[in-house]
């Protein structure tokens, strides 16, 4: 079982450190089920190539590549943004082998198949065809438009390009084209991510040659763009005119499902899309949710390919044709072998990038049995009222935050429906006139006929679903809701009460699938999908475990202890005064900053006790390398293997290095031009006991020693810190920040203590440790006595910091613990420590310096105080004045 501890969806994975099933599960058997047999190798292949900054492919690629990925970005709200490894591996791993490899799947999959079992039968195709399997909810939409911005750049920069221009971006029906609409009309998607690099970078007028593509919908197509075109499309658009159409009447209804989904309320045109699309004389096709590609017998696939096939017959070529899907697998549930790269859906949900499933213990569902009686709703009665109750916990926590928590119910037929939806609104008050009743087909299409009072009726069905997140519904009830044209967020809780036979093959990840985007990206903490039904459908989801899914379990008989507590503003309780228990914290500019002018008169040799001896190897070790980065962390070391196809150099690991401590240092990434060249003249002059060339092997396998890379970073380090961390002459005022000003945030209580303080302008105080806890309780108490007006609790969540210089001089921000108000208007701002470590003197001293310099701005005063547990323990505190005696500085 491979080993799992990145749980930051932003860091670099090893391939090893990759979620795998359980390997008792890989018997030559079913290994198709479980992993994409080409993934592995080809993720070792582009480790490696990431590591050694993206070489052998076009300028176009590489830059894209480091803008995209190595860049710091600003969102248009002004936050930061960061596109995810999945997101990045995904683009690296299509660029890498196209450009690198020029690899073709059906030819060259021996090259990488791990499973040893793979066929040329098992390639319908004759093209270019990768597949990227991301989980649900991961950012398929965003990958897609940096492979767009990328084959565009490529064609329209690289002389000898066989990439394009013109995409054809398909759908698999119209609600799911609803959504792709939102991103790419007018551009959106590209203009407002970081897509585009900005005018004038890498001297390419980027944004300006981007701007003339033009995105045409459906069949909205007037005239075409000579720079380049976007056809988002249902399949059926650029269906082939004289194909016969799928009919319900079939033996094998699956193509008339996928078709008749994606038919469904398009508007009739004299547009013949597929005409316009197959003369073009270039065209990328990328393909959405495309499971539905899973069998070359089907329409969806024969159009595809009849594109292919019209290219060639013109003496041209499909670019490439690029599919995405959480669940690309086949009818034998196996995966796509031309699967690429692989984000699966334990790893989305161990790094928080979705809902987390919830499900009861199992010895507590075997007690959820069918109740006699000839009501549907009687004989689930106690499915349903178990997860109304599970739904208000759910309800009330996001509704404090302005969010909507959603009940789904999953019934067996329209009639069984509406009774559901009748029990709801009559059993609980809060549910009335707020169920959304959607009858559907058996196959998950909603009803639909040709009268005029049926197709309003539809439009409303579909405007409320879609909508839910910000209408007055709380609950759903239908027949059956896992086909992906509903894909809200808001759900929580779900109850299915649908039976399962044998007949149907549904797949783990599209049973729940649908429902696991987040509510709230901006929360840090887990969100949960509470899940409960017949023990069928609890069996399907129970083999999501096959594929090392974690599915957290409570007791349903009890409530289960939350580890996340929501910190609000208490403007609900009757008894507190917000205005006057609110307390103004003095924002001060920050008293130190870098001055990177001075990268250039660097002087790291004086930190460099000793000159090293330069090691002498063998031949033989001279073919390999294996880097152990001391930079990321002076407490873990991290070893990455490097294949032997691999020629480093030490200008290389010059400019590996370089980039690391900028990262550590968290300096701008333009300085990379002033510190490579500091590093290199270091390396070559002064860090070896003689002289050294930078041709040289010797060198370069000497700078992947621990001790020389260590040597490196400490003399930088240091160097850069004391030459370029100054203080500022002049501290100002920058605002006076209101605690109850503050947004509700969630914070993880981890130590379990918590208070509800009277005295607080907060609803609850959450400590790090007990001593928290007994200290908010004195602060309570005081304010009680009229010592003191009242205190509130620092949390990170409230932006409320202090700069300082640590121990290594680098700069670190500082969180004191408490705020307390003063009858005359003064604050004192306390910090308390169980336990007391290097840096907290240095933090201390900085926040008296701080308080001294608010005092000047203000007609209040700011004090500080330093309470030491051990010291706090040794007398009963029941005063002010005794508190202020324990001050420790």
Not at 131 to 155: E, Y
Not at 252 to 268: E, G, H, P, Q
Not at 340 to 355: G, H, M, R, S
Not at 811 to 821: E, L, M, R, T
Request: hydrophobic share 40%.
């Amino acid at each position: 079982m491979a080993q799992w501890f990145v749980a930051s969806p932003y860091e670099i994975l090893r391939p090893e450190q990759r979620r795998v099933p359980d390997l008792w599960l890989l018997t030559e058997e079913n290994y198709l089920k479980f992993l994409p047999p080409l993934v592995h190798k080809i993720r070792e292949k582009i480790f490696v190539w990431r590591e050694w900054w993206y070489q052998w492919i076009s300028t176009t690629s590489r830059h894209l590549l480091n803008r995209w990925f190595l860049h710091e970005h600003i969102n248009q709200d002004g936050k930061q943004f960061q596109y995810s490894f999945a997101q990045r591996e995904a683009i690296e791993t299509v660029i890498y082998l196209y450009e690198v490899e020029q690899f073709t799947p059906y030819l060259d999959f021996p090259k990488y198949d791990g499973s040893w079992q793979l066929k040329g039968k098992y390639f319908d195709e004759d093209w270019m065809r990768y597949v990227i399997k991301m989980a649900t909810g991961a950012g398929k939409t965003k990958i897609l438009s940096l492979l767009i911005v990328w084959s565009f750049f490529h064609r329209l920069y690289e002389a000898d390009s066989r990439l394009s221009k013109n995409f054809l971006v398909i759908a698999p029906n119209i609600i799911v084209l609803d959504r792709l609409k939102s991103d790419f009309e007018w551009l959106f998607i590209f203009m407002n991510d970081p897509a585009l690099p900005h005018d004038g970078w890498e001297w390419r007028e980027r944004k300006y040659d981007f701007s003339p593509v033009k995105v045409h919908l459906q069949d909205d197509v007037n005239s075409l763009s000579p720079i380049g075109n976007i056809f988002l499309t249902n399949i059926h658009r650029v269906s082939v005119s004289q194909d016969r159409v799928p009919s319900e009447y079939d033996d094998n209804l699956t193509d008339f499902l996928i078709w008749s989904r994606a038919m469904s309320n398009t508007r009739a045109s004299d547009v013949d899309l597929g005409k316009i699309v197959r003369e073009v004389d270039e065209l990328m096709i990328l393909n959405d949710e495309a499971h539905h590609i899973r069998d070359s017998g089907l329409s969806w696939f024969k159009n595809i390919q009849d594109l292919v096939y019209g290219l060639r017959q013109r003496g041209l070529e499909l670019a490439l044709h690029i599919d995405l899907t959480a669940t690309p697998k086949n009818d034998k549930w196996w995966i796509f072998p031309q699967t690429i790269t692989d984000y699966p859906l334990a790893e989305a949900i161990a790094q928080n990038i979705v809902k987390t499933p919830l499900i009861p213990k199992k010895e507590d569902r075997e007690k959820l049995i069918e109740a006699p009686g000839i009501r549907y709703s009687d004989r689930y009665k106690h499915h349903i009222d178990l997860w109304v109750i599970e739904w208000r916990k759910s309800h009330l926590e996001y509704e404090r935050n302005n969010k909507k928590a959603v009940l789904f119910v999953m019934a067996d037929d329209t009639k069984n429906c509406d009774e559901v939806a009748e029990y709801l609104e009559t059993m609980y008050p809060e549910l009335r006139d707020k169920v959304l009743v959607i009858h559907t087909k058996n196959n998950g299409d909603i009803n639909e006929s040709d009268s005029k009072q049926t197709q309003d009726e539809l439009k409303r069905l579909r405007d409320a679903a879609n909508n839910i997140d910000h209408n007055q519904y709380l609950a759903v009830v239908s027949v059956l809701m896992l086909r992906e044209w509903w894909d809200v967020k808001n759900v929580t809780t779900i109850v299915w009460l649908r039976q399962f036979t044998t007949k149907n093959q549904i797949l783990p990840e599209q049973t729940i699938g649908r429902w696991l985007r987040r509510i709230d990206r901006n929360n840090p903490e887990k969100e949960y999908l509470t899940v409960i039904g017949t023990q069928a459908f609890m069996d399907i989801v129970e083999k999501l475990r096959d594929e090392w899914v974690k599915l957290e379990e409570w007791s349903m008989w009890w409530e289960r202890a939350d580890s996340s507590v929501l910190i609000d503003i208490d403007d609900t309780n009757p008894v507190k005064d917000i205005q006057k228990l609110d307390i103004a914290i003095p924002i001060l500019t920050m008293s130190l900053w870098r001055d990177v002018k001075e990268i250039a008169s660097l002087q790291p040799d004086i930190y460099l006790i000793k000159p090293l001896v330069l090691k002498y190897y063998l031949d033989q070790e001279l073919q390999s390398f294996a880097f152990v980065s001391v930079f990321d962390d002076d407490q873990m070391i991290r070893e990455s293997q490097v294949d032997l196809w691999v020629v480093a150099s030490a200008r290389d690991m010059i400019d590996r290095y370089t980039k690391q401590l900028i990262k550590k240092l968290r300096l701008w990434t333009s300085t990379f031009s002033q510190l490579y060249p500091k590093i290199k003249q270091f390396v070559q002059l002064s860090l070896f006991e003689q002289e050294v060339s930078l041709e040289s092997k010797q060198l370069a396998k000497n700078l992947t020693d621990p001790i020389v890379q260590r040597t490196i970073l400490i003399c930088f380090e240091q160097a850069i810190n004391n030459q370029t961390i100054k203080e500022k002459d002049n501290i100002s005022l920058l605002q006076h920040k209101k605690l109850s000003a503050s947004k509700q945030f969630w914070i993880k209580n981890r130590s379990h203590s918590r208070y509800e303080p009277q005295y607080s302008i907060f609803n609850m105080v959450v400590g790090d440790s007990e001593f928290e806890i007994e200290f908010a309780q004195l602060l309570d108490y005081l304010a009680q006595k009229w010592e003191i007006v009242s205190f509130a609790k620092n949390y990170q969540q409230l932006n409320i910091w202090i700069d300082y210089q640590d121990t290594k001089n680098n700069i670190s921000h500082y969180y004191p613990d408490f705020f307390v108000k003063h009858h005359n208007g003064d604050v004192t701002i306390i910090e308390t420590k169980w336990r007391e470590e290097v840096n907290d003197l240095l933090k201390v001293k900085r926040l008296r310096q701080y308080c001294e310099d608010a005092s000047k701005f203000d007609t209040a005063k700011y004090h500080t105080l330093y309470i030491k547990q051990e010291d706090f323990e040794k007398i009963n505190v029941s005063n002010w004045e005794q508190l202020v005696f324990l001050d420790s500085i």
